[in-house]
């Protein structure tokens, strides 16, 4: 990009060593996100698990926590319904006006699916349209519905559970209370409605 090409306009030639230098510029920021991020997800799994020790799981609730196939295809259902959402308007709107910044586009996909996720569960409804569709809600020990920031911790703890192979999930199946990693790292259960 330094070198200038025989019979090009010197202008252009400063002008695309400008442009090659913002592209580093905008890299290494992304880099250094990813980084953070990287961290960030590391800490909370080892803050998780000295969590998941020191907390004391008992399911003090008088309701019927539900089982591993129920929540596989409550997520499959909440997938879609995500799925069809971003289908139309991430495709048709692109309401970030970020056409051709992937990195950013991809951040307001998260921020919308942590609102979907984080919000439903801590609404009156207590679970997400997959769950209310199967009469599933989370709850924490006591059977009451959790709040915002607790869901929200949830949601990191569900990547979480998903960046292992799904390794978070597949506990769900083996615990005493069918309890994933991120509902075992912030004391919840996902029970069945009356």
């Not at 048709?92 to 991809?106: A, I, K, S």
């Not at 997400?128 to 709850?139: D, Y």
């Not at 009451?144 to 960046?163: D, M, N, P, T, Y």
């Not at 192979?165 to 029970?191: C, E, L, P, S, W």
Request: net charge positive; glycine share 8%.
């Amino acid at each position: 990009m330094d070198a200038l090409v025989f019979g090009s306009d010197p202008l252009d030639a400063v002008t695309l060593k400008g442009q090659h230098k913002n592209m580093e510029t905008q890299v290494q920021l992304y880099r250094i996100i990813n980084e953070a991020i990287l961290f960030l997800l590391v800490a909370y799994v080892i803050y998780g698990f000295i969590k998941i020790r020191k907390r004391d799981t008992h399911f003090k609730a008088n309701e019927v926590v539900a089982g591993f196939w129920l929540r596989i295809f409550s997520g499959i259902i909440d997938f879609t319904i995500l799925f069809l959402l971003f289908l139309v308007i991430l495709c048709f709107f692109d309401p970030f006006g970020l056409e051709g910044c992937e990195y950013f586009e991809t951040m307001g996909e998260i921020f919308v699916v942590w609102i979907y996720y984080a919000g439903l569960h801590a609404s009156k409804l207590q679970a997400t349209l997959g769950k209310k569709i199967l009469g599933l809600k989370v709850v924490d020990g006591n059977g009451k519905r959790i709040g915002f920031v607790k869901s929200s911790e949830r949601f990191l703890g569900a990547i979480i559970s998903q960046i292992f192979f799904y390794f978070g999930y597949i506990m769900i199946a083996f615990t005493k209370y069918k309890q994933a990693f991120h509902d075992m790292t912030t004391g919840t259960f996902v029970v069945k409605m009356k």
